[in-house]
């Protein structure tokens, strides 16, 4: 079975705000299936005549989400990704490690990043009674073991690329330094034209990408713990040439200024 685990939901911005609305849990995937997926999460409301819009700072990862008649596969969202909830509802979703989701697919993942997929367009399943089968299961753990049975019955064979982007992305998480693609070039021994099509094909986005997310990943990270950052020494660390251009970047995916977002976490504390 499906074991929970702790902590709060990765990506969410103002964490601190977004407690107070939903509720968040996360289970490990069983160990076969840990080559392919990185866990489950389910989220849950009930806000009653209230709503509440959340933003989230998305990972490198294909999603597949059952939510009543909205079960979907969704790509990589490169920009913000923003959701509305309202009332009370559910959902339960499988996060695919970075190239997890190629196998399954056998398509570039790039040709739905930003973009949602039917289910049964990749799976060959009654989407509607796959959907039913896992919402109404009695409780979250039962949730999360007709999604494993689920994936288990469609389970394709492993892929050596799906490791290699794999170690290729950890690497980008362990060394904050790594903040340009050729440091990954030279690290990895692969030609900066073969490192941009395996991620297209694998992840749906490209290196250079998947570097500038984490970094920002790391500057919200700091700023939910201390809100004092020296914004130009973070600008340089993380690869900017100007703290005008880091800060213009930040605005574009979180919609704030790092120095405005810093001050509407601690303001919900």
């Known amino acids: 079975m499906p074991k929970p685990k702790k ?7 103002n964490p601190n705000e977004g407690k107070h609305h939903f509720d968040f849990s996360r289970f490990f995937p069983p160990e076969d299936l840990q080559y392919f997926l990185e866990h489950f ?3 849950e409301w009930d806000l009653g005549k209230d709503y509440y819009e ?9 999603h597949l989400a059952f939510e009543r008649g909205k079960t979907m596969i969704y790509g990589v969202v490169t920009g913000k990704f923003s959701r509305r909830i309202e009332g009370a509802g ?10 997890g989701f190629y196998p399954f697919y056998r398509c570039s993942v790039a040709s739905f990043s930003d973009s949602t997929i039917p289910i049964d ?4 399943v009654d989407a509607e009674a796959l959907e039913d089968q896992v919402l109404r299961a009695r409780d979250n753990e039962l949730m999360v073991e007709r999604a494993v049975e689920f994936i288990r019955t469609h389970l ?3 892929d050596e690329r799906v490791q290699q982007v794999n170690e290729i992305v950890n690497a980008v998480i362990d060394d904050s330094s790594l903040i340009r693609v050729g440091q990954l070039t030279e690290q990895f021994d692969i030609g900066e034209r073969s490192l941009q099509r ?3 094909k694998y ?20 700023l939910v713990e201390n809100g004092e950052v020296d914004w130009s020494e973070l600008a340089l660390e993380l690869g900017y040439y100007d703290q005008a251009h880091f800060i213009r970047d930040f605005k574009s995916i979180v919609g704030q200024t790092p120095t405005e977002y810093a001050r509407s976490l601690h303001s919900s504390d």
């Open 7 to 13: 902590g709060k939901p990765k990506g969410v911005l």
């Open 41 to 43: 999460w389910i989220v």
């Open 54 to 62: 959340q933003g989230v700072l998305s990972y490198p990862s294909v």
């Open 90 to 99: 559910k959902v339960l979703g499988i996060k695919f490690r970075p190239g």
């Open 121 to 124: 367009e990749v799976f060959d």
């Open 156 to 158: 394709p064979e492993k």
């Open 198 to 200: 395996l991620f297209r």
């Open 203 to 222: 992840v749906g986005v490209s290196p250079k990408w998947v570097i500038k997310r984490y970094r920002l990943h790391e500057v919200a990270g700091r």
